[in-house]
């Protein structure tokens, strides 16, 4: 079982920036792959990003919408993928979610994020 807890979220204005975590704990061995997607009001999931593990290239990949702005990462060691905001814009208001690729895909809970004009 894997249990992940996103935080970092918050309101800031256009042009502000915010760093989303992920923590990952339990057994996080067969996850080779790490997401984030987000949700706005009154709209349906949306992919933002994910990240390979060393064993799959560490390759990551961006919606054409975030590329140039949003950065995801990981620290093995500290079991945490991040996703660096920059530029947001008001149509990043979202809520944002973690999602562990494997045998079974595990989510957080979300962490929102409000972007004011």
């Known amino acids: 079982q894997v249990q992940l807890v996103e935080s970092g979220g918050g309101s800031v204005q256009a042009g502000g920036s915010l760093r989303l975590s992920c923590l990952a704990s339990?057994?996080?061995?067969?996850?080779?792959?790490w997401g984030w997607f987000r949700q706005a009001p009154g709209k349906g999931l949306e992919w933002v990003s994910l990240?390979?593990?060393?064993?799959?290239?560490?390759?990551?990949y961006y919606a054409d919408s975030v590329t140039g702005r949003f950065t995801i990462s990981r620290d093995n060691a500290k079991h945490t993928v991040y996703l660096q905001l920059n530029s947001l814009k008001p149509e990043d208001t979202a809520m944002y979610y973690c999602?562990?690729?494997?045998?079974?895909?595990?989510w957080g809970q979300g962490t929102q994020v409000t972007v004011s004009s």
């Open positions: 999602v562990g690729y494997g045998p079974f895909n595990y």
């Open positions: 339990g057994d996080t061995s067969s996850n080779n792959c």
């Open positions: 990240i390979y593990s060393e064993g799959g290239g560490g390759r990551t």
